[in-house]
């Protein structure tokens, strides 16, 4: 009962820009972190990014001050906005979410289904 929708991905030209989207719905009392990450052919998933509820952010080394990481939680959701986008940056990118769907436990993981960002000439 707890979905994660992604939006934004597609092709961009080196240098371009690039915003991503992921609203979370469902039966949900809250939402802690919330992240991105992305995963390249022949490559492990990586982090790219996270924001907690209180809007701290983690960035990957390979991102900063080109990426940044966004959310709100009236819509629950958060965004990713990539700017001087290499082709480096090519992989399918998953947004993800730190769900409380009682009062009583603590959190569970969600994964969107993850979007394609191909940064190429």
């Known amino acids: 009962q707890v979905q994660l929708v992604e939006s934004g991905g597609g092709l961009v030209q080196p240098g371009g820009s690039l915003r991503l989207s992921c609203a979370a719905s469902?039966?949900?009392?809250?939402?802690?972190?919330m992240g991105w990450y992305r995963q390249a052919p022949g490559k492990q998933r990586e982090l790219v990014a996270t924001?907690?509820?209180?809007?701290?952010?983690q960035y990957a080394d390979s991102v900063k001050g080109r990426f940044t990481i966004s959310r709100d939680n009236a819509k629950k959701m958060v965004d990713l906005q990539m700017n001087s986008l290499k082709p480096e940056d090519t992989a399918v990118y998953y947004c993800?979410?730190?769900?409380?769907?009682?009062?009583?436990?603590?959190?569970?993981?969600?994964w969107g289904q993850g979007t394609q960002v191909t940064v190429s000439s």
């Open positions: 924001i907690s509820s209180s809007t701290s952010t």
């Open positions: 469902g039966r949900i009392v809250s939402v802690a972190s």
């Open positions: 993800n979410a730190d769900v409380h769907i009682d009062i009583w436990g603590g959190t569970s993981k969600y």
